[in-house]
């Protein structure tokens, strides 16, 4: 018996990746354990399960091992010998000890034990006992599969919640997470339960590219892991010869999506498996389109030598609305013959992608499933640049593809607010169409906006829209972040700001389209690029634009309550999210109420500074850092105390924490409001930085009328409106070296 320490990593090589260094490493692992079992040891046997059961050994992995006997007293001591040698040679080991009833009874509790039972191996000792228990594990399997399957799917799907999708995460975990490697062992699950073919070649290829980027993880680290962290990106990247992180990151999705959509397939096949036997129903659903047991399929008549180009769209068209699922077969057919539409597209098949992209819920999978099958690249050639593309904002849930298609499906919601609701959902699925382009000023970021607008300008034209609808659509796409970024970063209260929105766009028809695109936007992005104060700030800019456009006056700002400044001072009010404080001298307040804030964990959305009968005024909208609002009475009690000058001195302490490195910027616009101008500062985000920047700009004598406060993710673009013309740039030189020295 060998049980040395230093054998394991004597053997097994941990710094290769890809398939044969896998069955390399299973080789060594499977001699080593093998010679671990007396020879003297009758009616035992050593199996693997798990991944070395199917010879799927990642450097760093463990071994999942079971001991079968047919009973005795001795059979206890005899795993401690085996076990023991492993532990002490540093291998990760999942163990178990068991009759093969016993491992049978098991597996009928457990359907995770089950299904790993059917990747059991033989190593060592007596075979026919391995045999044995495989045999029966795999007819237990089939036997019981009208019980097991809908477990395993249960199984499966709390899993998913837990983990995320695979290929929309920045940092998704390949094994447990939606589209990764444990799915496909239930794909293997299902396939031996004869339910659905599970070993099609796209998952195959999947499934060994998946293998070989967890390799290179555990090479990256040197150790166990299985999430692609961000700073391992590159490194695994090399060792798998691609290009870059970004490379790396597409593959994984289009690996995962091909898992994924075919476990969902797999699951519709267990469905219509476990239904009662009957005559399969059909049902008209459109042209040429019915539903077949729960599946869209083409109707026979639409079955010929030479389809309809536009065939493919109406069919999808008609799933997505009827919120049922392509059949494989309908799928490979289209693939396989019916042609994407010519230049310019007929009206038929214009009209049916404005349908399938204003289906709303059932447009996702159907374009999944479309991708999938080639059909997408075939209608929009751009689709290929985009599919998979990255978006490295950590409040972007999707990959640009998905996020484009997920902001068609979430415009639905606002087509009755809208009088050309196909225009929003088109505009909606080509808003970011840019991202992805290069700059065409080497060194300067890329504007995805501007660059996008011809793109779509050129896909509309393509599609045969009227150019009164196509220009309407590459404005959308132009202007699609001037509602948030404005109504974020200016003053709502300043004619200047209302009236430039008003001038970029145009009209009421318009305005209304960019408000159902910028809310579509928010929601596909995901839950950290909307909160209820940038949507109550963006609904304040529609109405005030609407008004301009239709009286061509600008609406006047409303005035701030005389009651807010009565009585003995400091005086302090709170009502919900809005906070007032009034005090006799201006210089510090701002700085004093944005501190305190702080502390109390309230993050501040806008800040207005103004003077009423002799008194300044701070006014503040603020929202919950972490959970409810802090209590009421406690805050205003510190804000009087800070309105006094009475803060802490650890607020002088806090630095910002940036985890890129990058370094903050400011941006003046002179010209962009009535009385200030306004200066941008764009910096990583921390605790308590509007408190330094306010005593910043305070000590270089800059007096803040306003700041607009707006927050991506780790970042801020805090714009801090100073009265004043500021033309002198020595002025505008030093205060901008004391803002960045506090952000720093």
Known sequence: MVSTRSEPARVIDRTTVGAAAREARAAALDSWLAALLPETSP?????????????????????????????????????????????????????????????????????????????????AGDRELALALRGQAAQQWRRTAAQVLPALREVTTGRWQTHGELAFLLE?????????LRDVSILRGVGMAGVADAARPAVRAAHTRLLDVRDALHVTAGRRVDRLLAQDREAVAHLLDLADGDALLRRVAQDARAVAYAVDDAWRAMDRWNRPSRSPSRRPIGRDVVEQDGEAVLARTAVGPRPEPGLALRVAAAAANARLPIARATLEWLAAFCPPPPTPWP??????????????????????ACDRYGLVVGWLPEWSRLRGLPQHNPVHL?????????????????????ARPDLLVLAAFLHDIGKGLPSPRPGTPPDHSVLGAPVAARITAELGLPPGDAAMVEKLVRLHLLLPDVATRRDLADPVTIRR???????????????????????????????????????????????TLDTGEVPPAPSPDRGLVAGP????????????????????????????????????????VSSVEGRTLVQCAVQARFGALPDAEALQADLRRAALGQLPERLNRRKP?????????????????????????RAADASGLLYRIARALEGAGAEVRAARISTLGGDVVDAFYLLGQWSDPAARSEVERAVLAAAE
């Open 398 to 418: 999707y990959t640009v593809d998905r996020h484009l298609v997920q902001a068609a499906a979430e415009a639905t919601a606002f087509a009755r607010e809208v």
């Open 347 to 368: 009206a038929t098949a214009r009209e049916a992608l404005l349908t399938l992209l204003g289906s709303g819920a059932g447009l996702v999978p159907t374009w999944e």
């Open 657 to 681: 924490v940036r985890a890129d490195g990058a370094a903050a910027r400011v941006v003046w616009h002179r010209d962009a409001a009535t009385d200030a101008a306004v200066l941008e500062l």
């Open 43 to 123: 009616q035992v046997a050593l199996v693997a399960v798990g991944g070395l059961g199917r010879r799927e050994c990642a450097p760093h992995g463990d071994v999942d091992l079971m001991l079968l006997h047919r009973g005795g007293p001795e059979i206890r001591e005899l795993a401690d010998a085996l076990w023991y040698p492993i532990w002490d040679a540093r291998v990760g080991l999942d163990h178990s000890v068991r009759t093969v009833p016993e491992a049978l009874a098991v597996a009928r509790q457990d359907v995770k034990v089950a299904l790993g039972l059917l990747d059991l191996r033989y190593l």
């Open 172 to 180: 998704g975990d390949v094994k447990e997470a939606r589209g990764g």
């Open 569 to 608: 001072l400091p005086a302090v009010h709170i009502d919900g999210e809005r906070v007032a404080v009034a005090a006799t001298d201006r210089r510090g307040l701002l700085a004093a109420v944005a501190g305190c804030l702080d502390l109390h964990r309230l993050d501040v959305v806008t800040a207005d």
């Open 501 to 547: 929105v008003a001038e970029a766009v145009g009209d009421v028809t318009t305005l209304d389209l960019l408000y159902g695109l910028t809310r579509a936007d928010a929601a596909a992005t995901g839950p950290g690029a909307w909160s209820r104060w940038k949507g109550r700030l963006v609904a304040s800019l529609v109405d005030r634009v609407r008004s």
